[in-house]
């Protein structure tokens, strides 16, 4: 094994620190910023310092090797890119706020790139003619740029960050579906080499389009994602993926349409109260703006309307809170008292499948103080369109089985797409296929947070004391403290350069001044997996050896430590 030389630390920059970061959220954020691990440079900009690019090199590493194993091949395509062909996709406008744009000296209009489907396409256009170039998978590993409005959490949720990102491309959907499930197993070997407790779920799409989506996700804390989990069998998904279809009931038996005085109730709580009933009676009808349009979205009145899924439905159009100016010159709109009865074709109607045909409701009667009772789905208003578009909650029933839902919070570490022909219809990329006629190429979409899963990993693996990192991506193997004068230090660089020699990565804590206590302290905040202390039995060869993760500890000759740390 090659000699790793040993990293001191009276020669390391890295400065520990005793307090946490005065804007630090979550656990990771803290760690790695009192561990000396990275540093802020801006507002979700982060500086990765010796000991965090040393983990972000492990992960890159493992993540290489298992995309060269499927027969992925890496490139490096430009950060900075031109607008044309995120424009010709529809994603220069579909991103927001969230893209960089710049200009050049000459008035081109550039961004940094978020993801790299558009050139990863126009790069295969440009080298593949004809079926027999593909398959063919291409990857990356780069930063990524996204204007966040709130950057948070550290590296969490940042600017700018480090992603592998890979796309396959295909003839044929079966190609495809091959590609997709080839990443998919190797996202699973990549994340138990990291040590990472993860979980498959479905996903949406979002702005990537496509069809089938599945997240890694990492369950902690600390994580923006939700999702749900079925205890009773295999279903898994990001609350935002959660689907049910409209199961109708007989309304046969619902008495007519009734029109009640309900002064001063405008909200869903207040009516409830008023006439003592639940609000699951009520229906809730929000009003939304879906590209300047008014739309209503109706949805049980004890549930709260997810615009996540709102946004999702309508992409890429815009979807905005109607404001009191959209009820200006509207009379067919009462603030506050509006019900789907009466709306007419000017207001569109989605609702929740719980509204589904034949249930009753008591809802707005869209006129001043008044609500209407047993207002039935399919007799007295007619649904245009049933999506999900409800908040999940605990319990819910998984669509699959029926069981109550469990609900956890989690970090996403991947994602996974099936494009389709989406960017290649947009880039007109086709091949020659076998009959000498053009094939419209199929593409896979894959992406793994390099940076998140550092920041996933501190936040699983973190106990009272600090960061314990698994041995994979730890930044050494073992960390050697010389706690005490002349003859410890002179012992633990001893020791130090033998496990270096045997192919050990160290890192020895050789800094003059500094207490066995703030040393011990150190070691532990930095989380390296053993811990190797030259202390009071050193002047007869004696070595403390401990497991970072257990706490565990033996003594050990000089030989003894190192025939246990090489083996």
């Not at 409830?272 to 229906?283: C, D, E, F, Q, Y």
Request: glycine share 10%; net charge negative; with cysteine.
């Amino acid at each position: 094994m090659a000699n790793v030389p040993v990293q001191r630390m009276s020669k390391l920059l890295a400065k520990t620190l005793r307090d946490d970061p005065a804007d630090a959220e979550v656990l990771s954020h803290k760690l790695l910023v009192r561990a000396g691990y990275v540093r802020r440079t801006a507002a979700g900009i982060w500086s990765w310092l010796p000991l965090g690019a040393r983990v972000l090199a492990n992960v890159e590493r493992i993540v290489r090797e298992e995309m060269d194993a499927i027969g992925a091949q890496e490139v490096v395509l430009p950060v900075l890119l031109p607008r044309e062909p995120y424009e010709a996709t529809g994603r220069w406008n579909e991103y927001g706020g969230e893209l960089f744009r710049l200009q050049d000296r000459k008035g081109g209009d550039y961004l940094l790139g978020p993801t790299h489907e558009e050139i990863f396409t126009l790069l295969v256009k440009d080298q593949a003619s004809s079926y027999k170039d593909l398959p063919v998978i291409l990857y990356q590993i780069q930063s990524k740029f996204r204007d966040e409005a709130r950057p948070r959490a550290g590296i969490l949720r940042g600017r700018e960050f480090l992603m592998k990102d890979s796309y396959s491309f295909d003839t044929e959907d079966e190609g495809l579906a091959s590609s997709y499930a080839l990443h998919r197993a190797a996202y699973q070997r990549i994340y138990e080499r990291l040590g990472l407790d993860y979980r498959i779920v479905a996903a949406t799409a979002g702005a990537m389009g496509g069809s089938r989506s599945e997240e890694f996700l990492a369950p902690a804390e600390a994580g923006e994602d939700t999702f749900a989990d079925c205890p009773n069998c295999d279903f898994a998904a990001n609350t935002e993926a959660v689907r049910y279809e409209p199961t109708p009931v007989d309304g046969s038996a619902v008495p007519a349409l009734e029109e009640i005085p309900t002064p001063d109730t405008p909200t869903i709580e207040t009516l409830a109260a008023s006439l003592g009933v639940p609000a699951s009676a009520t229906l809730k009808n929000l009003l939304v703006k879906v590209d300047g349009e008014i739309v209503a979205v109706g949805v049980p009145g004890d549930r709260e309307v997810d615009m996540g899924k709102v946004e999702d439905h309508f992409a890429p159009a815009v979807v905005e809170l109607v404001t009191a100016e959209d009820f200006v010159g509207r009379p067919d709109l009462v603030r506050g008292y509006v019900g789907p009865q009466g709306l007419g074709e000017k207001v569109k109607y989605i609702a929740d499948p719980r509204v589904a045909p034949g249930t009753g409701w008591i809802t707005g009667a869209n006129k001043e103080h008044t609500h209407a009772k047993n207002v039935v789905a399919g007799r007295d208003f007619e649904v245009d369109e049933y999506v999900d578009v409800v908040v999940v909650q605990e319990g819910d029933p998984c669509p699959q089985c029926g069981a109550g839902l469990k609900l956890d919070r989690a970090i996403e570490i991947g994602h996974i797409f099936q494009l389709g022909r989406k960017y290649a219809d947009a880039l007109k990329l086709d091949v020659l296929g076998q009959n000498g006629k053009p094939v419209r190429v199929t593409m896979g979409s894959y992406g793994i947070g390099v940076s998140r899963a550092v920041a996933a990993l501190a936040e699983q693996t973190a106990d009272e004391h600090g960061l314990c990192w698994p041995k994979e991506i730890a930044p050494a193997d073992v960390h050697v403290v010389a706690a005490g004068k002349a003859l410890q230090t002179e012992l633990a660089l001893d020791v130090a350069e033998k496990l270096s020699a045997a192919g050990v990565r160290v890192l020895v804590d050789d800094r003059a001044g500094v207490s066995p206590g703030v040393k011990f302290t150190d070691a532990e905040l930095i989380g390296v997996p053993q811990i190797l202390v030259a202390g009071r039995r050193s002047a007869d060869g004696v070595l403390e050896l401990k497991d970072r993760k257990t706490g565990e500890r033996e003594e050990l000759t000089v030989e003894e430590a190192i025939a246990r740390l090489t083996a």
